[in-house]
């Protein structure tokens, strides 16, 4: 009796084994895509997120490498009009920031 405790006991813990491998090897293999996740957990479900104005910037700071790397960092209601990969939040307003990389930086909004 106490011999088919055992292989009964010993059973249910490779069986458990098993399935938590599985199911590890499963979440190893999914890929994480952070630029996605950014999108879904910050985009307002606007379509208009872009500013019908003219392209400009006030803090674009820029790599030292070359070509150079800028991206603007400004946070407004929306994006500038040449904006490419724009994210909001769902607060109100809206704070929207523009993470396109340029190799130059739009002049000035003030």
């Known amino acids: 009796m ?7 006991a ?9 399935f938590l491998l599985s199911f590890t090897s499963t979440m190893v293999d999914a890929r ?14 606007e379509a208009n997120t872009k500013s019908t104005t003219t392209a400009c910037c006030d803090f674009c700071p820029c790599t030292r490498s070359i070509p150079p790397q800028c991206q603007c960092t400004d946070v407004k209601e929306k994006c500038h009009s040449a ?10 307003p809206p ?13 000035s909004c003030s």
């Open 95 to 107: 704070q929207c920031r523009c993470y396109d990389i340029t190799n130059f930086c739009y002049s």
């Open 32 to 45: 994480f895509d952070r630029a996605s996740f950014i999108t879904q957990l910050l985009s307002n479900g």
């Open 83 to 92: 904006c490419k990969s724009c994210l909001c939040t769902r607060s109100f």
């Open 10 to 18: 010993m059973m249910m813990k490779l069986a458990l084994l098993v």
């Open 2 to 8: 106490v011999l088919m405790m055992n292989k009964k």
